[in-house]
Structure formats: C-alpha cells, structure tokens
C-alpha cells in the first residue's frame, strides 16, 4: 500500500489534456493551463511539512477534498494553507494505487473545461 511519484505522474498524464510543466520549482500537472496536481520537488521542501519525496497536492472540489479526507485518514488531509480552496496534501506512502487514481481523477475533472470532461463520462 505505497504509491510513488511516477505513479501519480503517469495517472495524471494519461488523461485527456494533461501535460506536466513546473509551478514554483516543483512539478505541476496542467490541463487546460490550470493546475490540478503538484508533486514535491524531490529533495526539496515537501507540502505542510510532509515528506517532500513522497508528498503531492491535488486540487479537489471542497466537497470532494472533505469527504475523501475522512475516508482515507492519515493519506489525505486538506492543505494548511488554500486548503479552504481544495488544495489537498496526499502521503503518497499512505495511499493504494486505485484511491489515488480517483484522486487524480477528481482533481482533473475540478479543473478541466466541461467540453475536455465530458469525454471520460462518454
């Protein structure tokens, strides 16, 4: 029950309209031009003090972030600061596979134009 960064990195990727680019020296998953995903900067400072080799931050709808905060405890926890925005720490080591695909999921979908959306409900 560990995920790593290439993992969160090729679910991102694999998604329509995805690409990686940099935000504030880390690693920053775009669609659209809007961040829905940051991976630490390997060792560099992570997020909230986190482990920054094995910490991302998703950007979720409220709702979303709060609802999987309390479902997964210990893995996800809304960010210290923004996290009233829906910037949501994950501990990679904490998390399955599959829970983090449907993070990254609900992160893209947050972010993504309707139009780009549609096409995975399709």
């Known amino acids: 029950m560990s995920c790593a960064p290439e993992q969160l990195r090729r679910l991102a990727l694999a998604l329509p309209g995805a690409y990686e680019d940099t935000h504030r020296g880390k690693p920053a998953f775009r669609v659209a031009k809007r961040i829905f995903g940051m991976l630490s900067a390997p060792g560099g400072q992570g997020f909230m003090g986190l482990d920054a080799d094995r910490t991302a931050v998703l950007k979720l709808d409220r709702e979303d972030q709060l609802n999987m905060a309390a479902a997964l405890p210990g893995a996800v926890q809304p ?26 999921r609900l992160a893209w979908t947050h972010v993504a134009p309707k139009r780009l959306s549609r096409t995975l409900s399709a």
């Open 79 to 104: 960010a210290e600061t923004y996290g009233h925005h829906g910037w949501t720490c994950v501990r990679l080591a904490a998390i399955e596979e599959a829970e983090l695909a449907r993070l990254v």
